[in-house]
């Protein structure tokens, strides 16, 4: 038995946002790497010690970067499912509200990695909290009309 998926228009450009995430995260690994170099922070240590940042600014900026990459992996899963689930009713606005998701991330590292990192949640915190209430809001209603 074939089952068939109906999706509606615009549904890959929702597929293309949550790829574009995703390659923010590869881009942020990126970033804690060159950070970790330049501190010598050793695998697998996951954050530099507080003796060590007490001692070397670069140890510091990679806790910094680790901590703005982590922030995002702990939102992922929400995000990959609100998308998704805002983009069977609301395709175009899934895709805006993710991009605009993925473009706050962007701004949020580079605000924490900077040399103010109390700044990342001016560079782009707005910017994520508002996409990220759209995607929750459409993605429930979206759901509460799928069980009625």
């Known amino acids: ?9 615009g549904f890959g450009y929702a597929l293309a946002a949550l790829i574009s995430a995703v390659w923010v995260v590869v881009w942020q690994i990126v970033v804690v790497n060159g950070h970790r170099e330049r501190a010598g ?3 697998p240590q996951q954050y530099a010690e ?11 900026k990679f806790n910094c970067a ?12 929400s995000i990959i499912v609100i ?5 069977l009713r609301y395709p175009n606005l899934a ?20 040399e103010a990192p109390e700044k990342r949640n001016t560079y782009g915190g ?9 995607l929750l809001l459409s993605s429930t209603y979206t759901a509460s009309q799928l069980v009625k």
């Open 41 to 43: 922070i050793k695998h």
């Open 1 to 9: 038995m074939v089952t068939h998926i109906v999706l509606p228009t």
């Open 95 to 114: 895709a805006i509200a993710c991009g605009a998701w993925t473009v706050s991330r962007i701004l949020y590292t580079i605000g924490y990695t900077s």
């Open 50 to 60: 507080k003796a060590e940042v007490s001692v070397s600014r670069e140890a510091y």
């Open 126 to 134: 707005l910017l994520g909290l508002l996409s990220f209430l759209t």
């Open 83 to 87: 998308t998704l689930i805002s983009a």
């Open 66 to 77: 680790q901590r703005a990459h982590q922030g995002t992996l702990e939102q992922m899963p």
